[in-house]
């Protein structure tokens, strides 16, 4: 093991160390009072089986017969989420097979961040998290439930599932993703076609057909952004079945992994001698193989909010500065669009998921020694599913890459270092996706340009206005203020700028997506504006600078004349489109740095 990746651990394990004990503890309760269905008085067992059919219920009828919830994110609006509509009938059927049943416990919310982007709704991106948490705590707390299966693929989807499902940690719980669409319109075009759009030479409709074109079928949407970072990390963490992250829906391989997601949850069930319950696979070193995946393979900057309020969930106190110190040891070993030039489906086929495994557990950068759903060890890991007649089986993935413009070994990575880092300074503390960015772009010294919204920034570079070296300060979007919105749209427009020789940076306390690329950008900005964070005394013509390899984002300004300042002024709250219903979610929420999160209280 890498003497870092110990170090880390060690120290996540002694600052967990009471959290950790409070959580097992309580887990251990649950699973000592036995399955439901044992403890339910007639009235509440019939009620709980009376629409099931009538093999199921005569299987029902034995409290030691193995019931397992399904609990999905189904909608048919999300391209990645439609194909879970045919799950629930693959899992009941297996679940027969092997003696067992399985019952649709619940449905959680699922919002496309790609549909509400520049919209109203994407303020309730974030807090949509905590309610798929509260929804997947609802769902499973009739106990009567013997181990979980948790569908679900897309941004704050998977996150949600597994704060709810870690509630219910001494159950067998096993993540079952739908996999990526098949590729469409190449990653270089799509960008190409909206920058044209940016710059006014072409119209709506030519827009529409290349993004129709990319976003074209069923499946994950295929670049390495949130949702396709929200696998890779299951994957790392050991709760899915191994290689299941990156197989295209409706496929029969897809089928047969969903089907043995099932019977694998039956065989790690509380009575078996193979019990493996949640909070045996999500533990302090399974989050620091999901670190040093995410670092590994550039993955989105999402999930330094996601994780930290993940692991919170099991107990487990993950900081920013963990994030920080692994990623100066974990090479970025994978690039995938926007990190690269091509897509997930792409990164599959080179080697995938099985790779990065090997590669990392041969550098010691990530722990074998961990229970996983698969069984012991993450070895297990750098496998490969196949059809052999039929009949799924794993096979070693490949030692060596199959395109190295997409995925090297560790010893000859693209960098040396990790895809995320975390900047400190006078303006506070912030996340920036280095590995998007191109060496040339990680120093920027420039005069701020002040905007309270992102919608500001854009009709400032219609008027011309913005054809020069800034620094543009994007503040009152943490999640105090306004539910910490992506401000994805703003992509585009800095790009361009960028592209014209342009020295332009973004500094936020909001969010940026996953997707996210070559503009260095300063996100997750704690304390934010709203909680009175330094960002809400900076001024037009303020010089800021932003410095990767320094890991600094400060301010030219004597300390003492910023806090003489008068901060600006908090714009109101939106109403409409459902915002008026989360108050309390802005209210409560935590700082970025501990998850953004409106359900544990702030440490």
Not at 94 to 109: L, S
Not at 296 to 315: E, Q, Y
Not at 344 to 351: K, P
Not at 424 to 433: E, F, P, R
Request: hydrophobic residues 45%; aromatic residues 6%; negative net charge.
């Amino acid at each position: 093991m890498h003497p870092v990746t110990l170090e880390v651990t060690e120290r996540i394990k002694a600052r967990s160390r009471d959290s950790r004990a409070d959580y097992l503890d309580r887990m251990e309760a649950a699973r000592a009072a036995g399955p439901g269905r044992a403890k339910m008085n007639c009235a509440n067992f019939a009620h709980a089986f009376a629409a099931s059919p009538d093999g199921d219920k005569a299987t029902m009828r034995n409290p030691a017969a193995p019931n397992l919830a399904i609990v999905s994110a189904y909608n048919d609006m999300l391209s990645a989420h439609q194909p879970l509509e045919r799950f629930p009938a693959i899992i009941k059927a297996a679940a027969r097979e092997v003696g067992a049943t399985a019952q649709y416990a619940g449905g959680v919310p699922a919002m496309c961040d790609g549909v509400t982007q520049q919209q109203p709704g994407m303020e309730l991106s974030l807090f949509s998290r905590d309610v798929i948490a509260m929804a997947t705590a609802v769902a499973l707390t009739h106990d009567a439930f013997d181990g979980a299966l948790m569908l679900g693929v897309c941004d704050k989807i998977v996150p949600g599932l597994f704060i709810g499902a870690a509630t219910f940690g001494h159950l067998p719980t096993i993540f079952v993703p739908a996999g990526p669409m098949t590729s469409g319109v190449s990653n270089a075009e799509k960008a190409k076609i909206r920058s044209l759009y940016a710059e006014g030479k072409i119209g709506r409709e030519e827009l529409l057909e290349i993004e129709m074109k990319a976003y074209h079928g069923p499946g994950t949407c295929t670049f390495f952004g949130t949702a396709n970072s929200n696998q890779m990390v299951m994957e790392m963490m050991g709760l899915h079945l191994p290689g299941a992250a990156f197989v295209h829906p409706n496929t029969p391989l897809r089928d047969a992994l969903t089907a043995a997601a099932t019977k694998r949850a039956v065989e790690i069930g509380v009575k078996s001698n193979a019990y493996t319950p949640f909070t045996a696979v999500a533990d302090e070193k399974s989050f620091v193989n999901g670190v040093a995946g995410l670092l590994a393979t550039g993955g989105s900057t999402n999930h330094t909010l996601h994780l930290v309020a993940m692991a919170r969930a099991a107990g487990v106190l993950l900081t920013w500065e963990d994030f920080h110190d692994l990623s100066e040891v974990t090479p970025l070993i994978a690039r995938v669009y926007p990190n690269g030039a091509e897509d997930v489906n792409a990164f599959h086929a080179a080697g995938g998921m099985a790779f990065v495994v090997r590669q990392l557990l041969d550098a010691g950068l990530v722990h074998d020694d961990v229970t996983t759903a698969a069984g012991h060890g993450l070895r297990l890991y750098q496998r490969e599913p196949f059809l052999d007649d039929g009949a799924l089986v794993w096979r070693e993935g490949g030692e060596k890459s199959l395109a190295p413009d997409i995925l090297r070994p560790a010893d000859d990575p693209f960098d040396a270092e990790g895809g995320i880092r975390i900047l400190s300074g006078g303006l506070g503390k912030a996340v920036i996706k280095a590995s998007a960015v191109k060496p040339e772009h990680h120093v920027i010294e420039a005069p701020a340009i002040c905007f309270d919204d992102q919608e500001d920034l854009l009709a400032a570079f219609k008027r011309g206005e913005l054809d020069r070296d800034f620094i543009a300060v994007v503040r009152f979007q943490g999640p105090r203020a306004n539910g910490m919105p992506e401000l994805h749209s703003l992509t585009p427009t800095l790009s361009l700028l960028l592209d014209r020789g342009r020295r332009v940076a973004l500094v936020t306390d909001g969010r940026m997506s996953g997707a996210s690329g070559k503009v260095p950008a300063a996100i997750h900005l704690t304390p934010e504006a709203a909680c009175g964070g330094p960002i809400a005394r900076v001024r037009d013509g303020d010089i800021l600078r932003l410095d990767v390899p320094a890991g600094t984002l400060t301010i030219k300004l004597d300390e003492r004349e910023l806090l003489r300042r008068t901060p600006a002024t908090r714009p109101s709250p939106g109403f409409g489109y459902g915002r008026e219903l989360f108050g309390w979610a802005r209210a409560t929420a935590s700082p970025a740095d501990q998850g953004a999160c409106t359900l544990f209280e702030s440490v």
